[in-house]
């Protein structure tokens, strides 16, 4: 279960990378630059909160103390950080949806997510109705 831990650290260490990107991205625009690397501000700020409430989901998960099921861990952590890399990509590459590989790695990527969001909660429903 640890992994929850490490994986929020990871979502927390992107929350910051994108909100300086995007900071300087705004803030201290570089001519020649400015608008060839950040293409897509808003799906940046997609990104960056999509991430907190990964890390958030993570934190939480962890918090509850039920023995959570590892390998369903490790799917909320992947989940957490590649659901957030969709916009991630997207924000710099606005042709992100008409190449196939970003397709099959949205698809892979909320199978991931689905699956592991949907077995911890089956895990604490169980835990729930049984202690109740």
């Given at each position: 279960?640890?992994?929850?831990l ?5 979502m ?7 909100a300086?990107?995007?900071?300087f ?16 501000y ?29 390998a ?6 992947i989940?957490?950080m ?30 991931a997510?689905t699956?592991?969001?949907g ?14």
């Amino acid at each position: 279960m640890e992994i929850l831990l490490v994986g929020a650290v990871l979502m927390i260490a992107a929350i910051l990378m994108s909100a300086w990107l995007m900071t300087f991205a705004k803030w201290f625009p570089i001519p020649g630059i400015d608008g060839v690397f950040l293409k897509d501000y808003k799906t940046m700020i997609r990104a960056h909160v999509d991430f907190a409430l990964m890390a958030l989901f993570c934190l939480g998960f962890y918090a509850t103390k039920v023995d959570l099921p590892v390998a369903a861990c490790w799917l909320v952590v992947i989940g957490g950080m590649t659901n957030p890399g969709v916009f991630v990509v997207a924000a710099f590459d606005p042709d992100f949806w008409a190449k196939p590989v970003w397709r099959i790695y949205s698809l892979l990527s909320f199978m991931a997510t689905t699956l592991g969001f949907g077995w911890i909660a089956w895990t604490l429903l169980r835990f729930a109705l049984q202690a109740g």
